[in-house]
């Protein structure tokens, strides 16, 4: 989708809107991430529709005028085959109990944010 950007109290920001379609058992599913920051919209134009990607996230939730909005952050984005350090080598079997093969392997302190922790609050400069 095409960029968002403006002028805030702390600074200039840009945001870009990209959806992600999965196959979810026979039928595929659309889920809708947002890019924030001037680097991660810039690391977005790496990627053509139709590209295969993993996406890292954090979910966020919020309240104005009544309404509820919940936005997905991304924190990373990587090709789909790419190797990650954090990511186990692969069996040799696959075991019975496999998991979806959507899943990805649990976020690291390596993989959080530099905001991680940040007092609440700290990132409420919403445009609207």
Known sequence: MA???????????????????????????SVCFSAWGQDKVQ??????????????FNVKGREY????YNDL????????GAASAAAPAAPAATPAYAAPAYSAPAP???????????????DEDFPF
């Open 108 to 122: 690291t302190m390596e993989d959080m944010p530099s905001d991680f922790g940040a007092p609440q609050g700290a």
């Open 43 to 56: 690391e977005l134009d790496k990627y053509q529709v139709g590209d295969a990607v993993k996406v890292s």
């Open 73 to 80: 952050r991304v924190w990373r984005i990587a090709p789909a």
């Open 3 to 29: 960029v968002q950007s403006g002028q805030s109290a702390r600074g200039a920001w840009a945001r870009q809107d990209f959806v992600v379609e999965y196959q979810d058992g026979n039928f595929p599913t």
């Open 65 to 68: 005028n009544g309404r509820w």
